[in-house]
């Protein structure tokens, strides 16, 4: 069978109204939010009802078999419980850590965000990239070799350079200045962890993903968390350090058969580095639009306990990433097949409508429960981040759209269309950070950051669109 919808497949050998592959077409189409079928599916469905249920159970078991469902049910499911779990591990270190504290670490995390995109100057894109279209084990070991070669030097060179940084320069002091020293340290172990988690989504090996994604959810509740409770920030710090060490023996294990010894050729470092010289700008302007906001935040003079607020509001807003990131892996390796003959436009085209759905019910329901929960578990100290949550899930759709077009964009070969995504946003986000921290504040930048996720989400949209009319 074609790489075309497992239903539709299904629906071409089986055209009898009353059949499970049709329910199964009728089902799928639902899901992926094709209006046009809607009125045909109802009225069948009726007719189906006269003669049994029967076929209803059989459409309802294949259609859970079907290797495309159980792949994204397995890596959201994943994912989620990897949010989840990382929900929990900063809702108990909020508890466990003085405001103080709790602040640094968002600070600290904040900055690793920039620091990771130098590292690996967007490398792991490159390799997933070309590891998809690749055909024989030989060349995917060669550009998996290459691309682990190219991100231990560049992240190396990025961890001497903050050091300097970091104990020269006046803008940091006491226990934050020796947080960032100490985390920054582990930024190669970090960066190759995100090469070997691309390999996988790379190459369609999902039950692998699954793994690699929870226990990113698992192993740093486990390693920081006892380890805070007893050392406070120190523990923070050694926690912090030991998961990102057994996370990246999780990554070598998962894609030892591409580490083999091989000999690398030029052509490959030379296709890998020109990828990555363009995605890196868009990267780095991404990365620091995450986190732009809090440092401005930190910059202007707000106090720790204000980017605490806004760092707990973030935390929630932001979990429902892992939706548009778990559907584009699982549709990666069929858009980056399809990159060359425009057969990549109804994958991109499921992924996106079914981004907008979910982001837009999920925000509903942050927006409503996330408050009740601070209010309750937190305590009022932490109230002030429940007006800052419902500011950020106004732009919760347009972040979703941003991380589905990025997946796109890097599966289709054309960073170029990331780059425009991310001069648009960073250049709004600054601009409106700038003008309204100093009034508004938090809420401010609340505000600024939904309408850069705005403006960045309609130039790839247009820039997608344009693409399809033309080429």
């Known amino acids: 069978m074609s790489r075309i919808s497992f239903a539709s497949g299904l629906a071409n050998r089986a055209p009898d109204p009353c059949s499970g592959s049709t329910m199964i077409k ?21 007719q189906c009802e006269k003669t049994g249920v029967g076929s209803y159970e059989q459409a309802v078991r294949t259609l859970l078999i079907s290797p495309r469902v159980q792949a994204i049910a397995g890596i959201v499911g994943a994912s989620g419980l990897q949010i989840l779990l990382l929900a929990i591990l900063s809702l108990l270190l909020a508890r466990v850590l003085t405001i103080e504290d709790f602040g640094i670490t968002r600070i600290v995390t904040a900055y690793m965000v920039v620091l990771t995109m130098f590292g690996h100057v967007c490398m792991h894109d490159a390799v997933s990239s070309f590891v998809a279209r690749v055909a024989t084990m030989e060349e995917k070991s060669e550009y998996v070799t290459a691309g682990s070669k190219l991100v231990v ?7 001497a350079a903050f050091q300097i940084i970091v104990f020269s320069g006046p803008w940091w002091t006491g226990r934050l200045q020796s947080a960032l020293a100490v985390v920054a340290l582990f930024l190669p172990v970090l960066s190759l962890t995100l090469v070997y988690t691309a390999v996988l989504q790379s190459i369609g090996s999902h039950k692998r993903l699954g793994v690699a994604v929870l226990l990113g959810g698992v192993i740093p509740l486990v390693c920081i968390l006892p380890f805070s409770s007893v050392w406070s920030l120190t523990g923070w710090i050694v926690g912090r350090g030991l998961s990102y060490l057994l996370l990246l023996f999780v990554g070598v294990f998962l894609v ?3 580490l ?10 030379a296709r890998l580095r020109a990828f990555a010289r363009v995605q890196i700008v868009s990267g780095i302007l991404s990365m620091c639009m995450q986190s732009a906001d809090i440092l401005i935040l930190e910059r202007f003079g707000a106090s720790l306990s204000e980017v605490a607020m806004y760092g707990l509001a973030a935390l929630f807003a932001r979990s429902i990433l892992f939706v548009p990131g778990a559907l584009g892996r699982v549709y990666f390796r069929e858009l980056a097949e399809g990159a060359m003959g425009r057969a990549y436009e109804k994958p991109a085209i499921r992924l996106l409508s079914v981004v907008s759905a979910v982001s837009i019910i999920l925000s509903v329901l942050i927006a409503v429960c996330v408050p009740l929960l601070v209010e309750r578990f937190y305590g009022v100290e932490y109230l002030g981040s429940v007006p800052i949550l419902r500011v950020m899930c106004v732009g919760i759709a347009f972040n979703g759209l941003w991380s589905a077009l990025s997946t796109i964009n890097t599966a289709i070969n054309k960073p170029s269309f990331a780059v425009a995504m991310s001069v648009g946003g960073v250049c709004t986000s600054i601009a409106f950070l700038v003008m309204l921290i100093p009034t508004y504040g938090s809420i401010g930048a609340a505000w600024a ?10 130039i ?9 009319e033309h080429s």
């Open 26 to 46: 009728g089902i799928a189409q639902e899901w992926f939010g094709t209006s046009v079928l809607r009125g045909l599916v109802r009225p069948r469905a009726a």
């Open 153 to 159: 030097i560049s992240s190396s060179i990025v961890v």
């Open 256 to 258: 030892r058969e591409f």
């Open 260 to 269: 083999r010894v091989v000999r690398v050729s030029s052509a490959v470092y």
């Open 449 to 458: 950051m939904n309408a850069a996720y705005a403006a960045g989400t309609a």
């Open 460 to 468: 790839g949209l247009w820039l997608l669109y344009s693409k399809e």
